[in-house]
């Protein structure tokens, strides 16, 4: 059974940093694709990030200032937020598209002064 685990939103002021975070249990981080999307209020959820063995993607609105990375000891799949924005505000989920595709329960992401 393939469960995916979001960590690490919060509240944080505009220009601050967030590190989220992405455990998998049941598959493997490094065996996938793996995608961070986010969804904001009304709005539909939009992939912002993504990790394959060929390298990392980013959504042009977070180009230089998100980074996405693995850990495979831990299994964890992070993404490193900088520079944040207040349109960068929403639940963020990771997700693995092979054999399911699998989502995470999601994290909220507010950025507000």
């Known amino acids: 059974q393939v469960q995916l685990v979001e960590s690490g939103g919060g509240l944080v002021q505009p220009g601050g940093s967030l590190k989220l975070s992405c455990t998998a249990s049941?598959?493997?981080?490094?065996?996938?694709?793996v995608g961070w999307y986010r969804q904001p209020p009304g709005k539909q959820r939009d992939e912002v990030a993504g990790?394959?063995?060929?390298?990392?993607n980013y959504g042009d609105s977070v180009k230089g200032r998100f980074t996405i990375s693995i850990d495979s000891t831990q299994n964890t799949v992070y993404l490193q937020m900088d520079n944040l924005k207040p349109e960068d505000t929403a639940v963020y989920y990771c997700n693995i598209p092979l054999g399911g595709p699998f989502w995470g329960q999601g994290t909220q992401v507010t950025v507000s002064s």
């Open positions: 990790i394959t063995r060929g390298g990392t």
């Open positions: 049941g598959i493997s981080v490094r065996a996938a694709p």
